[in-house]
Each structure stands twice: as C-alpha cells, then as structure tokens.
C-alpha cells in the first residue's frame, strides 16, 4: 500500500497539543479536567472532525473517533493512547500514539483503503495517576476492572470526589453505562515512546511489545514512638523512620533476589512526622511500586514485603501495616496482532526487536477485554516524563507507518 505519513502534520500537531499546559515551555503539565486539559480535547475533538470521524465521549472522558467499517457487525480495530500529563513532563508520552494513530487513519484514507472493521482511535482519560492516584482510570472503567462506585469514593487532593470534577468538567452520566462489551474490539493496538534506552542504544527503530508489566502499588504505614532527639538514648528508641528505611531495603533485596531483570520495586514516596531535625519520627508513610511480567514473582516481592514488615515491627517495637491500593495482573500481548506488526515491519523493511513494556499503559487494561499489543518507538537518551522527552521525526514516521499498515491487515 502507498502511505504516505504527513509527518510534519504530525509533528505540528504534536507541538500545538503540548501549547494547552499549565507548566512553561518546552515542560507540559496536563491534569486530567484541569482547564488545559479540557482545551486539549476540545481541540482534538476538531481534528478528529476535520478528518471526517465520527466523535463521541463517555461519562468519563473516553473519546472515540470511528472511521466506520463495511461491515458494522464486526468488531472495531482500535488504536490510541492518552494526552493528559504529569506534572513537567514532555510532550510524547501518550500524545504519539493518540496524534500518530489520526495520522495512521488519514493516510489510509489518503491511499483508498476500504476497512471492512471500523478503525476507532480512542483518547482514554486520564492514564497517570497525578489527580485520583490510580493510573488508567478511563481504561480500567472501559474493561470493568473497578466499580462504577469510584465515582464517589476517588478523591483529588482538594478533596473534590471524581463525580464533582467530571460533572463540572462536562461529561455527566453514570460510569456504570463506561464498560464495553466484549465484542466492541476485534483487537487493539497502542503505538507508544518506549520510555526506555533499548530502541536507541542497539539503533533499533521499533519495538513489537510481547508482554506489559503491571505493578502492585502498596502503602506502608510505620507507627513508632516519637521524642527528643538528644533526650531518647539509642536502646530505648522505636523510630519509625529507621523501621521503614528497613522495610524498604528489604524490599531492594527482595527485587533483585528474584535474578530476573523484569522484577523491579520502587519506594517512591516517604513521608516523616513530625519531619522536624531534632525530633524521633513517630509515624512514617512510605508508597511503593512492585512490578513485574510474571506475576507469581510479583506476588512473591509482594509477600516478602509483608514478611519483613512483621519482622522489623516485633524486633523494633513498632506497627508496620500494609495498605494494597491496586494490584494489577501482567498481560500478554496477542501473537495475532504481534504478527501483523512483524508483517508490517517487513513490508516497509525496517528492523524491529521484541522487547517487554516495564512501564504499564492503557492497553493493559484493554486486555481484559480484546487481544491487544503495542507498537515502540525510540526516545532520545531513553527520557520520558521530562521535558526533555524527545521523538525524532524519523521515529514517529516510521511507527505511524507500521501502525497504519497494521491497522489494515486487521480490518481487512
């Protein structure tokens, strides 16, 4: 097929997105329902129109952009990503797949392809975790994977429950109508920035994704015994600090004692009280990530966790307890769809490797529900979520073309 990719289309719709932010250039901050985020969609909600799409949004904020197929029966192959954005990041993460799989749909129909399935390019809503803190809440709704009830129990830092922000944000209605059905999808396929330097170090161009890790995040709640910090001889002391920095060597250790390069954990935030100099920490809140493809060796981190909490709290004498906030299940990549790609690759000879996702994505979820695989691109020196986070246009040609030739020997 002759696709022709509009990469500097592409490229310009890529910089006009990273305009809606409440962070300084070249940094993009993109809260989900935050005003630039509501100005963000109404733009894209105008490309999609502009290329003849039909666009709808869900009580969440999905938006859907359908080129319908000749045969409305079957299945939709779908496409996407997400556009929100942590706090001073870069302008690829999500963005390329959502903008890079318009382009994929344009230059089909630039070339005369007829899909037999619809082709649906799907903006999920909100994949970080920046305002609820839990990550892909658009496509865990759509696969049903939590309950509408979230609606009113996540709350934002403001205290503001997800019910309020997306009412005032305009997208009413209830979550229970969000999950699709089983057969909405025939396949799914996400075009992504690998966030990592393997693409770039081995001057691979593309990476065919086989498996997406998928994390348990945990908190851990470290209540001791506080007081002076000159006055508290050493052998009387229950610090809580000095507990928690145990409990997370442990679980260092326990991560890199599985021997597989996939198992990783992550003690990202810890919080001291009464965080003052002079003064034993009494309480100690620490957020963890535990990830890996396998999820038996995830699980097995996630045990070693619990246990090393129940033996630093009896021979420190404090309370350690354990909060699970999700625990997600790894997915495997459809070898259908991973063909397609590997076929797409050759036809346009470019080279790829087969490579796992440590990050997690909005397919993930999908594939509770259809076969899914996603497709890699380079970044420059392997950064994302910084605003340094580049994708070269060569890169995104070349993955907006593997895209698009995917996406129609799927919907053939």
Known sequence: MNLNI??????TELDKLATFTDAPYPAVTRIVFSEPDRRAREWLRRVCADADLDVREDAIGNMFARWP????SLGAIGTGSHTDAIPHSGRYDGTVGVLGGLEAIRALKDAGFQPRHSIELLMFTSEEPTRFGIGCLGSRLLAGTIEPSV???????????LREIRTEAGFTGELSTVPLAADYYSAFVE???????????????LGIVTAIAAPA?????????G????AVLMPARHDAFMAAAEIALALEAAAIGTGAIDSVATTGICEL?????NSIPSNVNMAMDIRDIDEARRDG????????????????????????????????CDPLIIAALENACATHELAFDSMVSRAYHDSLFMSRICPVAMLFIPCKNGVSHRPEEYASPEALEQGVRVLAETLAALAS
């Open 273 to 277: 009280f009464p965080a003052a100099v």
């Open 191 to 205: 075009l992504h920035i690998e966030q990592g330097p393997l693409l770039e170090q081995r001057n691979v161009p």
């Open 69 to 72: 197929g000749s045969d409305l």
């Open 227 to 230: 007081g002076h910090a000159g």
């Open 151 to 161: 609606d009113d129990t996540y709350f934002d830092a403001a205290g503001r429950s």
């Open 6 to 11: 509009e990469i500097t289309q592409l490229s």
């Open 301 to 332: 981190m996630l045990t070693a966790l619990e246990v090393a909490c129940a033996n630093v709290s009896a021979r420190r004498g404090v309370t350690a307890r354990i909060e699970i906030i999700n625990r997600d299940a790894p997915a495997k």
């Open 217 to 225: 995040s945990v908190r851990v709640l470290v209540d001791g015994q």
